[in-house]
């Protein structure tokens, strides 16, 4: 039963990857999704005035290793402790700034996506 459901999950595995052209595709658009996402981020802060910090707080903690099995000891794990959000006042006028920067920067890269996508549809 087991093999039968690894058999089966092969497929879609291999389907979930998407073409090499689809790979191609979606990297030669992955700075510009980072770009609008960071314009997006931006304008939000502008709108609000504020920009919130992120919930998580990042601590590291020792710990007993299943010693037989590992070579060491003591292990550090990372663990991320939630905390409430906290808001940050924003300079708007270093955020106007930094936001026509970011549109100047994504109507070049607008230009070089064009050329790569075009790239990755060659035959």
């Given at each position: 039963?087991?093999?039968?459901?690894?058999?089966?999950?092969?497929?879609?595995?291999?389907?979930a990857c998407g073409t090499?052209?689809?790979?191609?595709?979606?990297?030669?658009?992955?700075?510009?999704?980072?770009?609008?996402?960071?314009?997006?981020?931006?304008?939000?802060?502008?709108?609000?005035?504020?920009?919130?910090?992120?919930?998580?707080?990042?601590?590291?903690?020792?710990?007993?290793?299943?010693?037989?099995?590992?070579?060491?000891?003591?292990?550090?794990?990372?663990?991320?402790?939630?905390?409430?959000?906290?808001?940050?006042?924003?300079?708007?006028?270093?955020?106007?700034?930094?936001?026509?920067?970011?549109?100047?920067?994504?109507?070049?890269?607008?230009?070089?996506?064009?050329?790569?996508?075009?790239?990755?549809?060659?035959?």
């Amino acid at each position: 039963m087991r093999n039968l459901i690894l058999f089966a999950a092969i497929p879609a595995l291999i389907a979930a990857c998407g073409t090499p052209q689809d790979r191609c595709v979606r990297a030669a658009q992955a700075d510009l999704r980072a770009i609008d996402e960071q314009i997006a981020d931006v304008e939000t802060a502008l709108e609000q005035g504020f920009r919130v910090l992120p919930a998580q707080e990042g601590v590291t903690r020792l710990r007993l290793c299943a010693w037989p099995r590992e070579p060491v000891l003591f292990c550090t794990e990372s663990i991320q402790r939630p905390r409430s959000e906290s808001r940050e006042a924003i300079d708007r006028q270093a955020e106007q700034a930094r936001l026509q920067q970011l549109r100047r920067t994504r109507a070049e890269l607008v230009v070089q996506t064009a050329d790569r996508v075009a790239a990755c549809r060659l035959p």
